[in-house]
């Protein structure tokens, strides 16, 4: 029946125009990122200081940077450090949030009350400008974005499974494992969260557009990714400088950071759409 069950979803997934789209792009961001080396026409650190800051040319497709480096080979390298960051501070944030969560809504009581208090005061603070205090605190560099990214966003996770895992544990086949004498970390990883997970999968997708924008703030406000390794984020502010010289120096890394965090929306809401009964009806 799960197999069934699996192959009706991916079907329906399949069948969803907008989710698919989202999939296309996603797939060729990512072989873009893995495969960097191959697509990139040049190293994207290589510098020619006789041809700075120039527009398209058959020998630089995207032009040059302030420094003479090939801005396609920058743009094309730059889907890694994006794309890494994002998935793993979604990652990680959803671990955490998922298993606070899960604890807060099946144990209740005092676990509930300090596990919710403390989602409560961390929604109600300003997400962006803590991440960048942690991460000048920390240090810019990739490793302090995930940290800050993680620590300030794992909140929407457990309030969601926190009341799924309510609703959850009131069904009849967790009286049942209950009565067969399962323990508690069995039923809330073996019976609840394999059932609340189209939530957790939903947020998840949608975070992970939230948290490369994120990225991509920090990083032009320079406390991201440091030079020379290439970033969307920190193309998009040096190129602010030179907007009326070589547009395309800011636009392309705009382009593409727009373009992901569609790509990401549009399977969420494919996601969505594909678990809500009334949407799969139609």
């Known amino acids: 029946m799960t197999g069934y069950h699996d192959w009706t979803v991916a079907r329906a997934l399949a069948r969803h125009k907008i989710a698919m789209a989202g999939i296309i792009i996603l797939f060729c961001l990512g072989t873009m990122s893995v495969f960097a080396p191959f697509f990139a026409p040049y190293d994207p650190n290589e510098q ?23 801005l396609l080979s920058r743009v094309i390298y730059g889907s890694r450090v994006t794309l890494l960051i994002g998935g793993l501070s979604t990652l990680f944030a959803a671990f955490i949030g998922v298993l606070l969560g899960l604890v807060a809504g099946y144990k209740g009581g005092l676990a509930d009350m300090v596990i919710m208090r403390t989602t409560d005061t961390f929604m109600s603070m300003p997400v962006l400008i803590l991440v960048l205090v942690m991460v000048a605190a920390l240090g810019p560099g990739m490793k302090s974005l995930v940290i800050a990214i993680t620590v300030f966003t794992w909140t929407s996770y457990a309030r969601i499974v926190r009341g799924e895992a309510m609703r959850v544990r009131e069904l009849p086949y967790i009286e049942a494992a209950h009565a067969l004498g399962a323990s508690g970390f069995r039923i809330m990883f073996r019976h609840i969260l394999p059932n609340i997970m189209a939530p957790i999968i939903v947020t998840a997708s949608i975070a992970v557009g939230v948290n490369i924008m994120m990225e991509s703030t920090v990083s032009f406000l320079g406390l991201g990714v440091q030079p020379p390794t290439p970033s969307w984020g920190y193309e998009l502010k040096i190129g602010y400088s030179y907007l009326e010289v070589v547009p395309l120096f800011s636009i392309a890394p705009g382009l593409m950071i727009t373009l992901t965090v569609l790509a990401f929306n549009f399977i969420g809401d494919g996601i969505r759409d594909v678990f809500d009964p009334r949407m799969r009806k139609e």
Request: net charge negative; hydrophobic share 25%; aromatic share 4%.
């Open 48 to 70: 020619d200081l006789y041809h700075v800051l120039e527009g398209p040319s058959r020998q630089h497709l995207l032009g040059t940077d302030d420094v003479g480096r090939d």
